[in-house]
Structures are given as structure tokens and as C-alpha cells.
């Protein structure tokens, strides 16, 4: 699977990895070596702990390495008036005589909690492209789908406070 990346997804990743590299590794290191020196390691609950840690974050290093390998870089431009990467958009559920306003993002930063449909999601990849007052349908699946109708498009700037999730 390729992830769709803008440069700035590239650079958080890169940050990322380098700030694991140079400092959370350190620390891990130290952690593991003062675990250690406690003695017997079999019952040594804070050794293994501190190995958990350090694995974990060696794993994290290799999967966002491995992500950045197959990343497949895309633009964050759009037109002013169409649904773009990084807009908030207000959207009306037909069906449920309802309003919800989402901010499309890539998928990695998508949060559906914090309202961020990532470009991939069945509703990011309907409204992407769309214009105010377009009524969309959104396939789910094969057997549901719904329509729903763009009312506002807000040109947002990424201020980089959305994370990179975390697996």
C-alpha cells in the first residue's frame, strides 16, 4: 500500500524519526542499562518494561521509514471555489437532517474524532473535487451508500498541529 504524503507529511515523518533516532533511543538505551544493573533479570519487571520500550520504539523508526519509502508525495493545492487536501468543509446528511463539518487530511493524520476525514475515507474520496451546494453520493459498500450536499468550503491553512498517528 502506497500512503499519499504532502511535503509536509514528509517532513513531520522525518522529524519523527530523527527526534526517535537521536534522543528517544538514547533514553531507551539508558533505561535498558539501569534496568539491568538491578540485578536478576527473570524477575526484573522495570528490565523488561525498559526492553518493551526500546522495541517498540525501534519498531516505530522501521514503520515510518518503510512509509516514507512508498510514499507517493501529492499536492495540497486546489481551487478556491472545489474541495481540496486541508479544507474544512460543512456537509449536510440528507438523511439524517444533519450538519457536520470535517477538515480533509491525509491518511495518516485522520481522526475522525477530531473531525478529520482523511482523503482516503469513503467521504474523503466523494467530496474531494466537489463545490458548494453539490449533492454527493458516498458508496460505504456494494449494498449502502448515502447523499449528502457540500454547504460550505473553508480554505484552511496547516498549521501542523495534526499528528501523525501512531500504530
Known amino acids: 500500500m502506497y500512503d499519499k504524503l504532502t511535503q509536509k507529511d514528509i517532513e513531520k515523518i522525518e522529524a519523527e524519526i530523527e527526534r526517535r533516532k537521536l534522543v ?19 524477575e526484573n519487571f522495570e528490565y523488561h518494561a ?38 474544512t468543509v460543512t456537509v449536510y446528511f440528507e438523511e439524517d437532517d444533519l450538519c457536520e463539518t470535517y477538515k480533509l487530511v491525509t491518511s495518516i493524520r485522520g481522526n475522525s474524532i477530531k473531525g478529520l476525514i482523511s482523503i482516503e475515507s469513503p467521504i474523503g474520496k466523494a ?32 498549521d501542523g498541529t495534526d499528528q501523525i498517528k501512531s500504530f
Open 127 to 158: 467530496i474531494r473535487g466537489h463545490k458548494v451546494n453539490d449533492r454527493v453520493f458516498v458508496r460505504v459498500n456494494d449494498n449502502y451508500g448515502y447523499n449528502l450536499v457540500i454547504k460550505k468550503i473553508e480554505n484552511t491553512v496547516d
Open 50 to 87: 525498559a526492553k518493551k520500550d526500546k522495541n517498540q520504539n525501534e519498531s516505530r523508526i522501521r514503520y515510518l521509514e518503510r512509509m516514507l519509502k512508498t510514499a507517493v508525495v501529492i499536492s495540497e493545492e486546489s481551487s478556491e471555489d472545489e474541495v481540496g487536501l486541508n479544507n
Open 24 to 42: 528517544v533511543r538514547k533514553e531507551a538505551l539508558e533505561a535498558v542499562k539501569e534496568a539491568r544493573a538491578h540485578g536478576d533479570l527473570s
